[in-house]
């Protein structure tokens, strides 16, 4: 599910077309997905008329293997609460400290009732990083969720022209490994965005065993896209923004290759 898509395969601004917003509502119009590496033909659909439209992929060409606009994305709007989220919090709750961890995170907020799974006739707040990803994605970059730019709640390849001077605050990040992936002083190194690096970053870790369990995670998957999730901060090196990393919630390997 995709909640825009775009009118031509240049995927230029002007071709981008918004679920909700759509006038002309002409069955079989074909658009085509979000992700410039897949042509799937998308239409646009809806599970309770115009306000709850969205895009779908009907017929060959479908998505391209593991596209995150595709079945990889378990985001469903009708299935979720997003008027709830809020992503400091949400990120602040993914960075609980691992067991065994003496890292202390301050959490001003108590998340709990927003973070736990609903009986069945509730709507889910997203709360773990692949479901603040899904959603993310689902939507344009501009997009509002609680009152919050998409991009400012995920830094990929779309929203990467919003964070001319570095990156800052709670973030989830889509990024890839660094050819230098590691080194002796518990330290990660990613880079964002996937398709063109504009900065680095480092993931450091006090928790050794936690350590290595990501560092053979990343080393494993050195060729998959990488979401991480922390608070985000300059450090002394040029174009370089680090988090720690306190809790194996903050990360996910996608299955989606660079």
């Known amino acids: ?29 074909r658009y085509y997905c979000p992700n410039p590496k897949c042509n799937a033909r998308m239409f646009l659909r809806s599970y309770d008329g115009e306000r709850n439209s969205f895009f779908a992929a009907s017929g060959n060409p479908g998505h391209i293997e593991h ?3 595709g079945s990889d994305n378990t985001f469903n709007a009708e299935q979720i609460n997003k008027e709830e989220f809020e992503s400091e919090y949400a990120i602040k709750n993914l960075m609980k400290p691992s067991k065994n961890s003496k890292k202390i995170v301050d959490n001003k907020k108590d998340t709990t ?39 400012q709640i995920l830094i990929d390849c779309r929203s990467i022209h919003m964070y001319p001077s ?30 063109n690096k504009k900065y680095s970053l480092i993931l450091y870790f006090d928790d050794k065993e936690l350590f290595n369990i990501i560092k053979k995670l990343l080393y494993d998957n050195r060729e998959n896209v990488i979401i991480v999730a922390g608070q985000w901060e300059k450090t002394s090196k040029f174009n370089y923004f680090g988090t720690d990393i306190v809790s194996k919630k903050q990360i996910k390997v996608t299955k989606q290759l660079v």
């Not at 240049?10 to 002409?26: H, L, P």
């Open 67 to 69: 596209c995150p606009y």
């Open 166 to 195: 570095g990156i800052f605050g709670y973030r989830v990040i889509e990024a890839k490994c660094k050819k230098y992936l590691y080194n002796n002083q518990k330290e990660i190194f990613l880079e964002v965005p996937i398709n």
């Open 1 to 29: 599910m995709s909640m825009y898509a775009y009118t031509g395969n240049d995927r230029i601004d002007e071709q981008k077309v918004i679920a909700n917003e759509i006038t002309d509502r002409t069955k079989g119009i």
């Open 113 to 151: 009732n927003k973070t736990a799974v609903p009986n069945e006739d509730q709507k889910i707040v997203p709360h773990t990083i692949k479901q603040i990803y899904d959603m993310c994605k689902s939507y344009d970059c501009n997009a509002i969720i609680s009152n919050q730019k998409v991009g």
